[in-house]
């Protein structure tokens, strides 16, 4: 089976028997990213994570809270979620990798505090 990514919040896929006739459609790991598709806050985040990180030398990392902040402004804790989804989203699109003291993680599975760099 061919690994997927979910749309919506950038985890892993994980294969179900109910989804064998149908696999190839299969585009969101469950209901709520069904209903929580991508939005231009999301596109935003994204966008902003780039640009933060191209305004940075090679090799040099940020935090999603960053991202958050300029996009959120005063609301910014709001979007920390987001912002962690956006960078799922833009690992899997190979932009960027998801750190954690240095060494770079699943972003599946990845718990805590993170870091952004560019691959």
Request: glycine content about 6%; some cysteine.
């Amino acid at each position: 089976m061919e690994e997927k990514t979910c749309a919506t919040c950038g985890r892993r896929i994980e294969w179900r028997k109910k989804w064998a006739r149908d696999w190839e459609n299969v585009r969101y790991c469950s209901d709520a990213c069904r209903r929580h598709r991508p939005d231009d806050t999301d596109r935003s985040l994204e966008t902003t994570i780039v640009e933060l990180l191209d305004q940075r030398a090679a090799g040099k990392t940020i935090c999603p809270s960053e991202a958050a902040k300029q996009v959120g402004g005063d609301d910014w804790r709001d979007l920390m979620e987001p912002a962690r989804r956006a960078a799922r989203r833009l690992v899997d699109a190979g932009t960027i990798e998801i750190t954690q003291q240095g060494r770079v993680v699943d972003p599946s599975t990845a718990k805590g505090p993170i870091r952004l760099r560019r691959t």
